[in-house]
């Protein structure tokens, strides 16, 4: 998957001809904000509408997937410079109505120079390894609880209206924004985009079954190794790619977290991802339970990424959708609140609810 993070980025690049790259996340139009969980230093990104960044206006948390990225990518090139998307849509028609956040992974730097990060965008040591510190944090409940720190940090800024709250996720962010959505009270709206309901490990197990012989057995192998991950579901070494812990933490269902929910909560996926068969299932529970603060949108023909597929079966990156996508993002949230005198208020609830390839 590490080759779509590549594409992704490519497809997002923003050009900026003749200018000298900052340092600052401000010169890039954000916001660098900072903030301390568990003695780790957080970074957080804003991005909200030019001219009106001390406008009172509700928060958006958006998580990320998957792999340690940093959010800001400097290019050069062919007498071009620029940066990559931070986010992995346009922000700019959310930002007409929220102040836009999302978190940087633990111990990898904000900004970096392209050159100096792997052939996936991703940023490992001077040994070819990804960092001790973001090994030892990269797993569920780390950043459910660290977002949800961030977030209290945030909603004490004088231009965040605390009334209205919304949490997206894409692909492992999808299971993080889950979890926390469940955990903290103040979400008023969840967005779960390319996300397994069933968990990580059935993706990962999908995935081995498309390629699989009789000689290879990938995904024979790969359940007889998932029960090494359950038996040491807590050992957290590894030079490149995922603990055991990680992987067994994005294994639990998310559906577990999923159908406790009161708030509305759009799932958005393409029926082209490897995860389809289990999205669909948890589609038809969820009428099967005659839930009602759901809502799927289905993008046909396209992959996990919302690109579509050539003929061939290869991914056609010429084609770039995750902006629809976040459009309809924009049009599903204001139709799913109505202003009150006593503030927002969600259709069809009066209380508050109680209680990122990336492999999803």
């Excluded at 940093?70 to 090139?77: A, D, M, V």
């Excluded at 730097?109 to 050159?115: N, S, T």
């Excluded at 996300?195 to 995935?207: A, D, M, S």
Aim: aromatic share 14%.
């Amino acid at each position: 998957m590490r080759h779509i993070v590549r594409h992704l980025l490519t497809i997002a690049l923003l050009f900026f001809s003749n200018v000298l790259f900052a340092q600052k996340a401000e010169e890039f139009g954000f916001r660098h904000l900072q903030t301390i969980y568990k003695g780790d230093t957080v970074d957080i990104l804003i991005k909200s509408k030019k001219g009106e960044e001390f406008k009172k206006k509700p928060l958006l948390l958006f998580c990320q997937g998957s792999l340690p990225i940093p959010l800001i990518i400097k290019y050069h090139g062919n007498d071009k410079q620029g940066i990559y998307h931070v986010f992995v849509f346009n922000p700019d028609s959310l930002s007409a109505k929220y102040h836009l956040a999302i978190i940087g992974k633990p111990f990898i730097p904000l900004i970096a120079d392209e050159k100096s990060l792997n052939s996936d965008m991703t940023y490992t040591d001077k040994t070819a390894a990804f960092p001790k510190g973001y090994i030892k944090r990269d797993f569920l409940d780390y950043y459910v609880n660290r977002d949800i720190s961030v977030i209290k940090f945030l909603q004490k800024q004088s231009w965040i209206d605390k009334r209205k709250l919304v949490v997206a996720g894409h692909s492992e962010g999808s299971t993080i924004a889950a979890k926390l959505a469940l955990k903290f009270p103040g979400v008023t709206e969840l967005i779960y985009a390319s996300g397994n309901p069933l968990g990580r490990i059935l993706t990962i197990i999908e995935q081995d079954r498309i390629g699989e012989t009789d000689s290879t057995k990938y995904a024979e192998n790969m359940i007889k190794h998932w029960k090494n991950i359950v038996d040491s579901s807590t050992y957290m070494n590894t030079k490149i790619g995922d603990t055991y812990k990680a992987t067994y933490d994005f294994s639990i269902p998310p559906m577990q977290y999923l159908e406790k929910l009161k708030i509305p909560v759009l799932v958005c996926y393409g029926t082209r991802d490897v995860a389809t068969p289990f999205i669909d299932y948890f589609r038809v529970e969820m009428i099967r339970q005659k839930k009602k603060n759901f809502t799927f949108k289905a993008y046909i023909g396209l992959d996990h990424n919302f690109f579509p597929l050539k003929p061939n079966g290869d991914i056609n990156y010429d084609i770039f959708n995750w902006d629809k996508v976040a459009d309809y993002w924009r049009s599903w949230l204001k139709e799913h609140y109505v202003r009150t005198t006593m503030g927002f208020a969600q259709v069809g609830q009066t209380k508050k609810h109680q209680h990122l390839c990336c492999y999803h």
